[in-house]
């Protein structure tokens, strides 16, 4: 029971930031159709990006709220300007283009960014400075420490945040639109080019914060690691309902438990045959079953609509 | 108020509008008619910034208008109803509504619009929060006509406002165009029903595969042997 208990919270944790990266995915596939699959290296970038901040001010006397702030402010600008940047020049001339064209163009840009990352940052792991000294709590019998329960809320946050967004304001009603009918959109005022990178701006300010919670949580960074980051998180939004915004945040909460009770229990299932390290088969099960059996995911669009 | 000369559009290699001239008065209602494929709904895609021509140029209230996007025309009180309604299924009859407000930012204005509109419609003020895809043909057509007259258009374009709709549900529709152009919108109407758009209208355009074989007062069209054998089916 305990290792329940532990492994769902540890689930959870790690599910919201699969949650984040995730929107990054959905938002552009709902609006484009695109899998933007550059969007993984994103998030790399911006964890990098964070952690050379974060060394950089770690030695300065600033405290380490600040010096959090400013890495994660960093990021944010960096990730925002690159996908704002890779959307207007790599997949804009090719928005009438066959499907197929921009989908390699996307992962031209992911491969770019990789080896652009190990030309600046190197090949090796990066670990974080040693800023916070995350306490731990017990419940239950499990225990988790005050930076999941931070992670975990901020994740949550942000997504209500932008659930309320999408639902209540005039942009967000913009992009709904814009996702059903770019053309009537457009009919209606819309700058559907202004919507699209709009779109991008908040995909990837996301994932910035994603990529600074990534290196908190695993205390390492590296120049592959939005690849399988990446891979989940887009598992993370087919198993949702590739498109749907609130899909893309369940898909991720629950890949996340997956993987962890998964994790948990392997050693027990296969009597110590694979051990915890196998925990990445079980995104790509879940993305196979899903594929297989329901392709539309969780919440995937079945409204039907007329004319 | 809008003024085209010599419009051509291609897809691709097709001309499906080779060359039209068409004028439209301040406070007129005008029908442009012509059979499938004649290029009515490409002609005014082209008038609304949603396709390039290839040549000729739009002046709409004596500015060239010839290669703006949509987005900018509502802005300058051009709007067009696509053919096939183009509501937002997913979206609410209110959220489409005030879609059709995007352009404005006068909140007063566009809440006592929208309840104005409403009024017209009352089959659509019982279902404001129901998603617009699931209103039947004739609703989502008045949906479609209310959410452009929320942008507050001078020119109204329409296309095919009838099509697919039981007689019953045409009459209501064509009463409620009769409305707005009473209020004083300008009027440019595509229809495969030419008596009625002839009924209503001041003038016409007959289009045929991409010219314009006859344009004349609405009146003239109806009693034109040519225009009665064609297309009002005598
Ligand atoms: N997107 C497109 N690509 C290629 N050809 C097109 C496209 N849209 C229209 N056409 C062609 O252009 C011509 C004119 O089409 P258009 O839709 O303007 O006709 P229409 O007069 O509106 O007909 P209808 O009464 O059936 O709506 C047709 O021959 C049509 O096949
Ligand atoms: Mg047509």
């Not at chain 1, 380490?64 to 925002?80: D, G």
């Not at chain 1, 239950?140 to 997504?159: E, N, P």
């Not at chain 1, 910035?208 to 598992?235: D, E, Q, R, S, W």
Request: charged content about 15%; proline content about 3%; glycine content about 12%.
């Amino acid at each position: 029971m305990d290792i329940f208990i532990q492994q769902l919270i540890n689930g959870l944790v790690l599910g919201s930031i699969y949650a984040l990266v995730a929107l990054g995915y959905t938002m552009v596939y709902g609006i484009l159709g695109l899998i933007n699959f550059a969007h993984g290296d994103i998030v790399m970038v911006g964890a990098l990006v964070a952690l050379a901040v974060a060394q950089a001010l770690a030695a300065s006397l600033l405290p380490v709220p600040l010096v959090l702030l400013f890495a994660t402010l960093a990021a944010l600008l960096v990730c925002v300007a690159l996908g704002v940047t890779i959307e207007r020049v790599a997949y804009r001339p090719l928005r009438r283009a066959p499907r197929l064209a921009p989908l390699i163009t996307a992962i031209g840009i992911s491969i770019l960014l990789q080896y652009s990352a190990a030309l600046i940052w190197g090949k090796q792991y990066i670990s974080t400075p040693d800023l916070i000294k995350p306490e731990a709590f017990t419940f239950g019998g499990a225990q988790f420490t005050d930076l999941q329960a931070f992670i975990f809320l901020l994740a949550c946050t942000l997504m209500a945040g932008l659930l309320w967004f999408i639902k209540a304001s005039r942009i967000g009603r913009a992009m709904r639109a814009t996702e059903q009918n770019a053309e009537v959109a457009g009919l209606m005022g819309v700058d559907t080019n202004r919507i699209i990178s709009f779109t991008f701006f908040l995909g990837s300010a996301i994932g910035a914060i994603a990529g600074v919670m990534v290196v908190l949580y695993y205390g390492l960074g590296h120049y592959f690691m939005g690849f399988m980051l990446g891979l989940k998180a887009f598992t993370a939004a087919v198993l949702g309902g590739i498109g749907n915004v609130a899909g893309a945040m369940l898909g991720g909460l629950l890949l996340g438990v997956i993987e962890s009770l998964a994790a948990g229990y392997i050693g027990d299932l296969t009597g110590g045959v694979l051990g915890s390290n196998y925990r990445d088969i079980f995104a790509f099960l879940v993305l196979i079953l899903v594929l297989v059996l329901r392709p539309s995911g969780i919440m995937g669009q079945h409204t039907s609509e007329r004319a | 108020m809008l003024e085209v000369r010599g419009l051509k559009v291609s897809y691709g290699g097709i001309n499906a509008v080779k060359g039209i001239d068409l004028d439209v008065q301040d406070g007129e209602l005008v029908t442009l008619i012509g059979c499938n494929g004649a290029g009515k709904t490409t002609t005014l895609k082209a008038l609304s910034g949603l396709i390039k021509p290839s040549a000729g140029q739009v002046r709409y209230n004596g500015k060239d208008i010839t290669a703006q996007p949509s987005h900018r025309l509502v802005r300058q009180g051009l709007a067009l109803v696509p053919e096939g309604r183009g509501v937002f299924g997913r979206l609410t009859v209110d959220e489409n509504l005030a879609m059709g407000a995007y352009s404005r930012r006068d909140r007063a204005g566009i809440a006592a619009d929208r309840e104005r509109i409403l009024g017209w419609f009352p089959r659509l003020a019982e279902r404001r929060a129901q998603l617009a895809g699931t209103l039947s043909g004739g609703e989502q057509q008045m949906l479609a006509i209310g959410r452009a007259l929320m942008s507050r258009p001078a020119l109204l374009l329409l296309d095919e406002p009838s099509m697919g709709l039981a007689p019953l549900m045409v009459h209501k529709i064509f009463e409620a165009i009769r409305a707005v152009a009473a209020e004083g919108v300008t009027l440019l109407l595509v229809e495969q029903n030419a008596k009625l758009a002839l009924e209503i209208c001041h003038r016409g355009y007959v289009m045929e595969s991409g010219v314009i074989a006859l344009a004349d007062s609405a009146r003239a069209l109806l009693t034109n042997p040519q225009v009665r054998q064609a297309y009002l089916g005598e």
